[in-house]
Nanobody, 121 residues
């Protein structure tokens, strides 16, 4: 099993910044891809950013150039630096990780509990 603990959400004015963290713990052998998704009221959950174990990143067009994903493999933690926030960024943000428990390539997806980000205009 993997436990994901998210932190860093809150209320911020438009143009401001927030930094989200998501720490993974458990009896896994390693963590592969890590990512952030978000879900606004009445909307489907959508990709925000992902990062591979080697540091390759991918961003949604709506956040590229404003949000920056990073990870600390020694701490099994993924971060999301969010700058120039807009009201439309308001959502619950969820982290996810793909954990490997054996010496095979099999991996299991886990989700965090979500953290609220609210951007006021």
């Amino acid at each position: 099993q993997v436990q994901l603990v998210e932190s860093g959400g809150g209320l911020v004015q438009a143009g401001g910044s927030l930094r989200l963290s998501c720490a993974a713990s458990g009896s896994f052998r390693k963590i592969n891809n890590m990512g952030w998704y978000r879900q606004a009221p009445g909307q489907q959950r959508e990709l925000v950013a992902t990062i591979t174990s080697g540091g390759n990143t991918n961003y949604a067009d709506s956040v590229r150039g404003r949000f920056f994903v990073s990870r600390d493999n020694s701490k099994n933690t993924v971060y999301l630096q969010m700058d120039s926030l807009k009201p439309e960024d308001t959502a619950i943000y969820y982290c996810n990780v793909y954990a490997v428990f054996t010496t095979t390539i099999l991996q299991t997806l886990y989700w965090g509990q979500g953290t609220q980000v609210t951007v006021s205009s």
